[in-house]
């Protein structure tokens, strides 16, 4: 083997994505979604391939040219039903598993949801977005390139009347307008217009067949303040053909997900009623079960206190898989992930409530999984620190697991990869937490280095054993690389979830501030002079007020940041529901707590050279709020320098455009290294 050497921001492009392993009926093969950067176009490329579970060599199954994603097995295990583009729009395909070519299922104007089969495999059933200002006869006509051009000069030039409270979407990019989410049914042959079951000015999302195939069950807020609850949604049942809709829960918090017992007389979802009053808005999700015929839900993960789903943060994730939850053939088990202090683990717990146990857990990220229909073989996909994401299969009866893909071996035996150690320590309060350290590449004994504290966005997110490769990028170019998760963070418990909620920039900050003492203390290699400090969202949010709150660092990146609560509630898609709920301050009676806990507040006590990455199109955490801390900045003649990617969204580090994202990384590197000072002979191999 060649001799390894350090990783570049422009390794992103050889990185390889894998996802959404779907595993068939009898547990044999798993069908999977693996993504990559095309060399010439630097654009996504991704296709469907096929593994067996019992291990073997994967092969490729679908060549769409551009994105093929989304598969689901028929319930017989004949065919697969994905989404592709290879049309016009993402459309749903269908392909029989003995190979030959794809049928085309439906013409969507705005394209179609992710496929779900009927029990016999007859139909298929699917989301699209409808707007009610196009003509029914017109949904199912997609638009060529001069009805797409002539969409687009109405655009630019006809002003956007505009009646909602939510006008906007971050990965719309743009103005929503009053499109909605709508569930079809169609035929999986696609021989006759797919049928529109679901009506109103509403969204519906989750569509779930009762096991008999009459019935559908789904997720919508229906009431009439569904503008101003956008966070509440509600399960409903009704007939696959289309009819009345009846609500089964109370309009009392978040409900989806929906999954039918095998018996048909029961529904298992996700969601919460808001339980936590300090905090509602960071109550834990959890799983209810609830009679078809209505009723009291009953909560079967009351005694668990953690979060039901995958809650670690990551860069390497092109598209996940599912959460869960599954429910066994005998309906008496429930399958599920969750998050716990860095890790997602695959749970189990009884369908009628009990105690959670635990059923593959490791030091790593599970970010989805499926199982066949005697529940006894598992796919997933995994990551681990020093491993992006691969796809792999588990035996619950022989408790064996084997790894069936290497989608990143080429690049990891070629470049340095680092192995982070975890350090327990108690954060303010006495309260236990967890902090990540990684040693930059070359490092040696006796040597001080320099080190970036990463910060994760959320602020209910999780850093833990997953891959990043922005870390493994700083710690190739000479820095360690430390992060924990301060309160507010996932996996952690209730009361550490909500402890955020009313106190930004508060304890929060001080459990930054004590580990990073932690971390100098604990590695003697750190070097106090030489720290950097970074993070998006959230992160962003506390780069902005630890640089306004202490000099102690050398250099800073603030990413996707927000920077004023005050003009964040109207600007942002949902600031005027995160402004309510997280800061707790209420915009029309109580501007002064807002104001108090924006990082502008205290911008002139601002030191450290700051730099601030932010996209143009991002609507979760708008440009003006870079815009306003980097002017205040300049005015103060502070040394500041602001980086704008154009045609970018919120999600720009994690999915956004190739070469933007390596000229994001290379950014970071470059304003750090202006500012820190490294001696190249420190390291071996030398920097």
């Known amino acids: 083997m060649a001799e390894k050497r350090r990783l570049v921001a422009e390794d992103l492009y050889k990185l390889v994505f894998v996802s959404d392993p779907q595993i068939s009926p009898d547990g044999k093969n798993v069908a999977f979604v693996k993504s990559h950067i095309d060399e010439e176009t630097k654009e996504y490329r991704s296709s469907i391939w096929m593994a067996p579970t019992a291990g073997g060599e994967p092969r490729q199954y679908t060549s769409g040219p551009t994105t093929d ?4 097995w028929s319930p017989d295990g ?80 006809e002003p956007k009347v505009l009646k909602n409270l939510r006008v906007k979407a971050d990965m719309a990019m743009g103005l929503v307008g009053n499109r909605q989410m709508h569930i079809f049914v169609t035929d999986a042959e696609g021989k006759d217009s797919a049928k529109m079951v679901t009506t109103g000015e509403f969204s519906h999302m989750g569509a779930a067949w009762s096991p008999d195939g009459k019935y559908l069950a789904f997720a919508s807020n229906r009431s009439p303040d569904h503008e101003y609850q956008g966070w509440f949604s509600d399960i409903y049942v009704m007939p696959a053909e289309g009819g009345e809709m009846r609500k089964l829960t109370a309009s009392n918090g978040p409900a989806h997900g929906p999954v039918w017992t ?72 429930l399958y599920f992930l969750a998050s716990d202090m860095g890790k997602t ?31 006894q073989k598992v796919a997933f ?81 999780m850093f833990g054993y997953s891959f990043f490769f922005e870390f493994q990028l700083l710690a190739n170019k ?56 970074g993070g998006g969202s959230y992160g962003g949010f506390m780069t902005n007020w630890i640089v306004g709150h202490t000099g102690r660092f050398a250099a800073a990146v603030t990413m996707r940041s927000i920077s004023n609560f005050v003009s964040f509630h109207g600007v942002s898609d949902i600031g005027y529901t995160f402004v309510d709920r997280e800061v707790q301050g209420d915009f029309f009676n109580d501007l002064d707590k807002l104001w108090f806990h924006s990082p502008l507040k205290y911008v002139r006590n601002v030191t450290t050279p700051l730099m601030l990455i932010h996209s143009e199109n991002d609507m979760r955490c708008p440009i003006e709020q870079g815009e306003q801390f980097y002017i205040a900045l300049k005015k103060l003649k502070k040394e500041v320098e602001m980086v704008r990617f154009p045609g970018s969204s919120h999600e720009l580090s994690r999915s956004g455009k190739p070469v933007l994202r390596v000229s994001r990384l290379n950014h970071i590197i470059r304003w750090c290294d202006e500012h820190i000072k490294k001696n190249a002979a420190d390291y071996e191999p030398a920097l």
């Open 69 to 72: 994603n989304s598969p689901r």
């Open 78 to 157: 004949s065919k697969i039903a994905f989404l592709s583009d290879r049309g016009v729009g993402k459309q749903v395909y269908v392909v029989s598993t003995k190979g030959g070519e794809a049928s085309q299922v439906t013409k969507f104007r705005w394209g179609a949801g992710t496929p779900v089969w009927s029990p016999d495999g007859s139909k298929i059933a699917f989301n699209a977005s409808i707007d009610p200002e196009v003509k029914p006869e017109d949904w199912e006509k997609p638009l060529d390139a001069k009805a797409k051009e002539a969409e687009e000069k109405k655009r630019r030039e």
């Open 262 to 333: 095998p018996d048909g007389k029961s529904i298992i979802f996700a969601g919460h009623h808001e339980e936590w009053e300090a905090a509602p808005s960071a109550t834990l999700r959890r799983l209810w079960k609830i009679s078809v015929e209505g009723g009291e839900p009953v909560c079967l993960t009351a005694g668990f206190d953690r979060g039901i789903g995958d809650h670690c943060a990551g860069d390497s994730k092109l598209g996940a898989g599912e959460n869960g939850p599954r429910v066994t053939p005998d309906g008496k088990t």
């Open 345 to 375: 683990s695959l749970y189990t717990v009884p369908a009628d409530g009990g105690e959670v146990t635990v059923v593959m857990d490791g030091d790593r990220e599970i970010y989805g999984f499926t199982m066949d229909d005697s529940c």
């Open 381 to 461: 996909v995994v990551t681990e620190p020093t491993l992006p994401g691969e796809i792999g299969s588990y035996d619950l009866s022989t408790k064996t697991e084997k790894v069936l893909t290497q989608a990143n071996k080429a690049l990891l035996d070629e470049v340095y990869i680092i192995a982070p150690e975890t350090v327990p320590f108690k954060a303010l309060e006495g309260w236990q937490e967890y902090g990540w350290i990684m040693k930059p590449v070359g490092w040696k004994e006796g040597v001080k280095y320099p080190a970036f504290l990463e910060i994760h966005g959320g602020p209910h997110s």
């Open 478 to 533: 000479g820095y360690g690389v430390v992060y924990t998760n301060p309160r507010g963070g996932s996996g952690f418990g209730q009361q550490f979830e909500a402890a955020v909620n009313g106190d930004y920039g508060g304890k929060d900050y001080k459990d930054l501030m004590i580990w990073t003492d932690v971390a100098v203390k604990h590695t003697g290699w750190i070097d106090e002079t030489k720290l950097a400090v």
